[in-house]
Structure formats: C-alpha cells, structure tokens
C-alpha cells in the first residue's frame, strides 16, 4: 500500500511502507527461520498473511494542536501534534469517527496536552473497533475537570455516533511516556465491547490487551487450537493469557484449561467471555505467570506462553527446562528474545513454526511453534 503521511515525511512509524506485502511476509519468514537456526524435523508452516491496509483494530491518537483545532495522530520532535486521521492500517470504522471526535473536543472545550509547557488536559485518544463496527472509546485525561467536561458534552456525541458501545476517561495526571494510567471512569455503555473471533466472542476490558490485527489474532488462536486439539492434553496452561483467547480457544470436552494474566482487566474480560459463551473447564487467574508457574505442585500437560516483547525471561526458561509438561506452545511477537529463550531451553526441539503477519507495514510479526521434548 502507499501512504502519503509516509511520503511527505510526517510519520515513518510503517518502516516498510510501500514495500510490497508479499516481499514483507517473505522477509519476515525468512528472519524468523534464520533465526530458530536448522532444527531437524522442524516443519514450517506457510506464513498468514491478512490484510495490509485497515487491519488495526486500535488506533492510539495523540492530541495536539489546540481545542479549536484538534490534531489526532503523533506528535514531531518539537512536540506538536502531526494529524493523522486519514491513516490507511487503521480499521475504517474509527477513522470514519475522527472528525467527529475533533468537533467534539472543541465542543467540550477541552484543551490538549502540551508536552514542551505541560499544561493542557486531553491527552490521548484511544479507539477500538470489533468486525462490526462497534467502538470502545476512551479519552485519556490529567483531571477530574476534564471528567466533568467530558461527561457534560458527551450526550451529543452519543447522537451523532451510535455505534458507541463503550466510553470512558482514563486519568493520567503526571507528565510521563505513558499511555494511560491506573484510574479508569466509566462513562457510558456497558463494561466490555465484544469481539468476535471465531467460534468465540471475546470481551474486551478498556484496560485489557489484545492483539491489534483481529484477522490474524483468529487465525493465531485457530492455529493454536489446531495443534492442542491434536496432541489432545488433559490440562492446559495459558501464561500470559490477555482477555483469553488462547485458553478458550483451547478448551474442550474432558480438558481442563488454566489462564494466567497480570491485568485484572484482562482476566475480568477473559472470565465474562467464557460466561457468556458457556465455556466450562476454564479458569482465569490473575497473576504473574512465572510466579505462578513456580509455585505449582504439578505443571500442565502443555504449557502455552505467549509474553510481551521481552520473551518469558531466565526464571521461566528454567522452569519450564525442568517441568513435566509434554508440550509447549510458544507464540512470540519478537523472533529475536523467542531465539534467546529457546536456547536456554536446550532439552526443547520446535517441530511446527508459522509467521503470523499481525503487524504489516512494519517489520515486527508473530511467530507461533510448537515444542516437544527432545
């Protein structure tokens, strides 16, 4: 795809932007057979590629610019806000709501965030949107006052954006690189927006995690479930295991499945899907996954890890070195720290490997394997 914010200079955040899909999924394939190095037996399945363009289903917008005069996008080296409303790998659902997202900050008066002064209100807009067009919408904010301003104008946005299923403030008051902070307000809707994958219907917390690219997150869990339901496991571990989606995907008759999660957020989602759903045999904890690995008395038959950037760590590598389990699966969105992690497992042999294109336009992707004792 083209993208002419790429073009003119104003955002290189897609470091391969014009670069033909295929030749990225090709590139990204190759990397990460490069990187797992020649395994005897390891079979390679052939890379997912979804879509290249509208693929996000979460646009992270930045506000700059004035309250008059809203930017919604990124902010350049001074500081000031770069519009990106037209951005062509966010799902079309919410950049068809950004102009009404401007005229409501100037409706509500509500003045951004100026990093270089520190002062203003509005700093982030986040937006999610599920296969049906529904929103999540949440303005991240510094006071009470911008609360209250909020909550006062919202009755019209309702009106004029009917496909709001959720809206909330996020209150982060300090000036630091974050994208939201603890306290959550609830302004309007129900608790979770639905999300649709597959046979399952997810249900996302505001302060829950889930993948970016919806397409490739069900063929990710679908190709999950397809490896668990041939090995057929009595028990099962998700660690890391964000609103869910590989413990349900997991589940099934006769098997008892085990999520662990940091973010109570994500573990209340993950608990009201499987509610919804009327998926028995599921658990849902929240709590750090290596803790709660090396407590155990026993492990799960396979253990599925699917950690942040940073890969599972030393500590976990070590346990799972030791554990009983008969089968890992690991799903990584950083091939390099997944490379590193199994060469401190030495007694663990990947035999299946696919590259996931969860993030196209850039060179990061995901790449899911299977690992068996040696």
């Not at 930045?62 to 809203?70: A, E």
């Not at 008395?297 to 890890?305: F, G, K, Q, T, W």
């Amino acid at each position: 795809m083209d993208c002419a914010y790429f073009d003119a200079g104003r955002c290189r955040s897609c470091t391969l932007m014009g670069m033909p899909h295929a030749r990225q999924v090709r590139g990204k394939d190759e990397l990460a057979r490069q990187l797992l190095g020649e395994v005897p037996g390891l079979v390679w399945e052939a890379p997912f590629a979804g879509a290249e363009a509208g693929f996000r289903n979460k646009a992270k917008m930045v506000v700059g610019g004035t309250s008059k005069k809203p930017t919604l996008g990124i902010l350049d080296a001074e500081g000031h806000g770069v519009d990106l409303r037209r951005c062509g790998v966010v799902d079309p659902a919410i950049t068809a709501i950004l102009p009404a997202i401007a005229a409501f900050i100037r409706v509500a008066r509500l003045q951004p965030y100026h990093v270089p002064t520190r002062r203003g209100e509005l700093k982030h807009v986040l937006v999610t949107a599920n296969p049906f067009g529904e929103l999540m919408l949440r303005f991240v904010v510094r006071s009470e006052e911008a609360v209250r301003a909020l909550r006062d104008s919202l009755p019209g946005l309702l009106e004029r954006l009917p496909q709001l299923r959720v809206v909330t403030a996020n209150l982060l008051p300090a000036h630091v690189a974050a994208l939201e902070g603890e306290r959550e307000v609830h302004l309007y809707g129900d608790a979770t927006l639905a999300m649709p994958i597959g046979d399952v219907e997810l249900r996302l917390r505001p302060q829950g995690f889930f993948q970016t690219n919806t397409e490739v997150a069900a063929a990710l869990y679908a190709q999950a479930a397809d490896w668990i339901d041939e090995l057929d496991p009595a028990t099962v571990w998700d660690l890391y295991c964000g609103v869910g989606g590989f413990a349900l995907h997991a589940a099934g008759p006769g098997r008892d499945v085990t999520g662990i999660e940091i973010s109570e957020e994500a573990i209340e989602g993950a608990r009201a899907a499987a509610r919804a759903a009327g998926i028995t045999g599921v658990r849902f904890e929240a709590g750090d996954a290596t803790a709660f690995a090396v407590a155990a008395e026993h492990s799960a038959e396979l253990i599925l890890v699917n950690p942040p950037r940073r890969g599972i760590g030393a500590e976990l590598a070590a346990w799972l070195e030791s554990c009983g389990a008969r089968h890992v699966i690991y799903s990584s969105c950083n091939p390099h720290t997944l490379a590193t992690d199994l060469k401190a497992m030495p007694s663990w042999r990947p035999v299946r490997a696919r590259v996931m294109d969860m993030f196209p336009q850039t060179d990061h992707f995901e790449v899911i394997t299977l690992l068996e004792r040696v």
